[in-house]
Structure formats: C-alpha cells, structure tokens
C-alpha cells in the first residue's frame, strides 16, 4: 500500500461513522464501465455505485452539463420555479408511463419512498399498506417499515412502524389478494426485487396486483429505484408487464450519477396532498436537474434500453454457459443480473475484486448481483464472465 493509499483510506476510516463495511482500496477515477485505485488499478465495476451508473461513470454529456450549470446557478428551491428544473420535469414526463404526469423531487431513494408513502395516505384517506417479503425500500424509518429484512429493523425497534404493513410473499398472487383491504391505501412492489436477490415478478403478479388495487381503491406503487433508467431493457420496468401504477419511486441512475430521488404519479394522486404537505431543501435542485436532463436525453439517444436488453440476455448466456458445481441459478432482466450459489458468494465477490480485478456486489449472502453500466462492451463482459469462471474454480 502507497503512503498516498494509506493517508486517504487512514483518514477515511478515521472520521467515518464505519456503519458501512468499507473495502481495504481507496477508488478515485471511474469512465465507462471501469474505475481505478489510488494505485492505478483498474476493474471492470458491475456495482456501478449500487446501479447508478447506468449511463457509465462520467459520460461526457453529463460532465459538461453539471460544468455549465455549475457557473449559472447551484442553489434555488422549489418555491421559486427554475429553467433546468422545468426542462428536467419535461424531459421525465417524456418517458414515464402515459398518465404518471405529475412528479415530487427529492435526492434519493428513501426520500422517494417516504414521499409515496405520505401522497398515498392523502390520496386515499388510508393508513395501511401492503410490502413484500424480501423487498427493499430504503432506510429511513418510514421507508423501512415497508423493508423486509429485520437485520435493518431489528436496531431501532419500534420506532420503525411497522404495524399498518401487511408482507406478503413476493409472486404469491392468493396472499396479496388476501391483503389487500378496504383499508389498503397502497401496494408497493418492486417489478424486479433487487437487494432482496434479483428477482424478476411474473406478468401474472404485477398484473394481478394493478387489477385487485383498482378493484378495492388502492394505489398500485412501483418501486423503480433499482428498475428503472434501462437496467433491466426497457425505460421502465413497468414496461415489461404492460401495467401502468399510480406511482413510481425512482432515485439512482436518473441524473446520471448525481443524487436524485422522484416520486412520479397521477394527478389525481398529486392533487390529494394538502399544499405544504411535504417538502424538503434540495429537491429539484438546478445541478441534479442539468445532470438528469442530461442523463435522460443521453439514454434516449444512445438506446440504453436496447442496449441493456441484447448486452443482458448475451450477459446471462455466457453466465449459464459457465459448468460449475457452485451455481444454481442465474437470473435478471436486462443488466439486473443475480447469480446465486450454493454457498455464500461472500468469497467469491472478495476474490472477483482483489484477484481479477472485477467489482459486484451481493443481493442476499448467496447471491452475486452483477449492475455493470449499459454502455459496458461485449469484451468487457467477457472478462467479467471469464474472471467468475476462474474464482468459481
Ligand atoms: C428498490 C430500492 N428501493 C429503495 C432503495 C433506497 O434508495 P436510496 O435511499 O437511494 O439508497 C434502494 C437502494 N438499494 C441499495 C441499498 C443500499 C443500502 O445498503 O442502503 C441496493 O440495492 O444495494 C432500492 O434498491
């Protein structure tokens, strides 16, 4: 290790709260789909920040958008109305689902969820919700209520509420019909579960779920924080099942690197919420609005869906084509790729960075969830496939 290495990942681990596990290399330089060390060392990175860099890290067009709107203007709230923001809001609407036309801004993923969770009590007059199990919302006490795992519960207690959620196992269509109340003001639902293990629903899920939520006066809400931006091949996973929701929650890799979080919904949903109901400092912030315009405008243009659609179906062949003892299913949709393994892929993800040069991270302790970038090559996931293949063995 550098003296350099050792100053930066001394200091960091010095003054840092160490609630997140921290890798022993200090990262400072990304382009594409690969990042470097402090060393020089370059990996190929299916992390991708956790699929926020589905646009790859840097792309050109967001770097030059975040310079030029940083020598216009930083800092303006939403109270006072401002021209990036106006084009972001366009540019979103262009590409949600005909009808979801009416947008809250905020800077990440559990700031979309907490927002849902409060438009949906307004638009209904409800307090219950329906999560799945294994499903993820985020880590703010109103979000995790709706998160399924109790290792990120079980430290607070009842201070996360979590009595008005009923769980029901994800793809059991005679539960969630079961569940759903008089009383239900939403369903959340990831169209594919993401930390909870790579899970894509079935049609007949989702589908079900939009039916029994109209039929009984709930709101169908779409967790695309993971999904959406043209991970899985389409813009949305919505897409996928031909279901349009009542709202969609949306973070990651909508401003092309940039904090960003949205709830996205019907007008009439928008219009149940008392004014001043909700708010917050940074939403719609003018630097995430340039990154996101540029961001969304780039995807468009470089057809990021089709591309994570023919690179994630090559992607998932070459992983099937691996004969290991050690795999027992690869699945995804698009570039939302899970492996699981009949042991714990802990070791195997340690081995694929430190070894080969190739970053991934978990999705449940058997699970190794590959996020690369769309704009990664066919050579480059080669390498991934190749590198997995010498690990496994
Ligand atoms: C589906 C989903 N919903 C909500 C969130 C919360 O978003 P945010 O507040 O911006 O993090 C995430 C983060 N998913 C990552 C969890 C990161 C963490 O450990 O926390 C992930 O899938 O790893 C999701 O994947």
Redesign the pocket.
């Known amino acids: 290790m550098t003296s350099t290495q050792s100053k930066w990942l001394e200091a960091e681990l010095k003054y840092d709260s160490r609630v997140v596990g921290k890798h022993e290399v200090v990262m400072t330089r990304g382009q594409g789909s690969v990042v470097w060390d402090e060393s020089g060392r370059s990996y190929i990175d299916c992390v991708a920040g ?2 926020v860099a589905n646009i790859g890290h840097c792309h050109p067009d967001v770097v030059k958008a975040i310079r030029d709107q940083a020598e216009r203007l930083l800092v303006m709230p939403q109270s006072l109305p401002n021209d990036k923001r106006a084009e972001f809001l366009s540019e979103l609407v262009g590409v949600t689902p005909a009808g979801l036309d009416r947008v809250f801004l905020c800077n ?3 700031e979309a ?1 907490e927002a849902a969770k409060k438009f949906a009590i307004t638009a209904t007059g409800r307090k219950r919700f329906v999560s799945m199990k294994r499903g ?4 703010s006490l109103g ?1 995790l209520a709706f998160t399924w795992e109790t290792k990120y519960r079980e430290p607070f207690g009842e201070a996360v509420d979590n009595r008005n959620v009923d769980f029901v196992t994800y793809g059991n269509i005679e539960e969630l019909r079961a569940a759903i109340t008089s009383d239900t003001a939403a369903v959340i639902l ?1 169209p594919v579960q ?2 909870g293990g790579v899970r894509p629903a079935s049609p007949e899920f989702i589908q079900e779920a939009r039916r029994l939520t109209q039929e009984k006066g709930a709101l169908l809400i779409l ?1 695309e ?2 999904t959406g931006f043209c991970r899985t091949g389409k813009m949305f996973a919505a897409e996928h099942y031909g279901v349009v929701p009542d709202g969609m ?1 949306l ?2 890799a909508m401003a092309g690197g940039v904090p960003i ?1 949205a709830f996205v919904m019907t007008a009439d949903v928008a219009d149940r919420m008392p004014a001043g109901g909700h708010g917050g400092t940074f939403g719609g912030n003018p630097l995430a609005m340039a990154a996101g315009v540029a961001a969304i405008r780039a995807m468009k243009r470089e057809g990021m869906a089709e591309q994570a659609r023919e690179k994630g179906a090559y992607f998932m062949e070459k992983l099937r084509a691996i004969q290991s003892p050690k795999i027992r299913e690869v699945r995804g949709l698009g570039l939302m790729i899970g492996v699981e393994l009949k042991e714990k892929s802990a070791p195997y993800i340690h081995a694929l960075e430190h070894e080969e040069g190739v970053l991934t ?1 978990q999705a449940t302790p058997l699970v190794v969830r590959f996020l690369p970038p769309v704009t990664i090559s066919r050579e480059q996931i080669d390498t991934v496939v190749a590198a997995f293949e010498r690990v496994l063995n």
Do not use: C, H, V
């Open positions: 956790y699929g990440s993923g559990t969820m993820f919302s985020g880590r979000a990831e993401g930390e967790d924080i993971q929650t973070a990651k979080g991270l």
